[in-house]
């Protein structure tokens, strides 16, 4: 929109400076608005927004049309139609996703929970057991597959919850953002499963030494000491734990950067 243009309708325009101020101005912009069928736009709130529709150009455009003349309305909706009528397409693809992420959830949660039995029936102790090797090798794979599956789960979990956040934004700029978004990466599911594994990776070396002492016959043994302090137990090392601190938590994403990553993705 040029200045030439805009020129040509400031007296249009200057209806809809300071409001407040101006109460005839304030009521023929309310004449106007009174074809459009709900509360006047005058009265938004946060407490009525929801009573408003929203998610289709074509109630942009009758707004615009009913406060503006033909061609001021026209100007105006000139300057923003392609990038409202994007984000609207990318609302509608973001719908259908979450939806096939909702059945691709419940798909997985399935799969989750048979897997789930399968290794319970098939269960053994695979450092110091006697099972066969067949059935260690069989509860190995499915356990793994378990493992691979509920990770999977997760994530999909993850893509529907924000996806459909993204969707339900809040409309009114003083409702805020959902909390997830603001404690990203740390409010996601899958990020406690990525906090033990990267805890056992940093940690695995303990672990070889527990198991080894596992396959020792030893008893504990009591070593010299000289007289007058006190005797010392040599033990075997205790098993050390899946994750035994919380990681530290990382700066969180500005949410601006978090919708338009999710959106491109689209």
Sequence with gaps: MECRDVERFNNELRKWQSLEDLEDF??????????????CVLDLSEENILSFG???WSLVERDIRAAFSSDLADLILNCFKD????CLAVRRELINYKK???HMWQAGAAVEKD???LASFFYCELVNGKAPDARRQRYVEIANAFNECRGA???IFDARHFSKAICALPRHVKTGMPWKFEALPQSLELWKPLEQAQHFLENYQQMD????SIHQD???TKPETPEGEEEVMVTKPSKPKLCTRRRKQSTPYKTHQIIWQCCGKL
């Design 83 to 86: 990038v409202v009528q994007t």
């Design 100 to 102: 096939l992420c909702l």
């Design 115 to 117: 897997l789930r039995q």
């Design 153 to 155: 789960v997760a994530a």
């Design 54 to 56: 929203q998610g289709d």
């Design 218 to 220: 030893e008893t504990p």
């Design 26 to 39: 304030s009521e023929d912009i309310r004449t106007q608005l009174a074809e459009v069928p709900g509360p």
């Design 209 to 212: 030494v527990f198991f080894a």
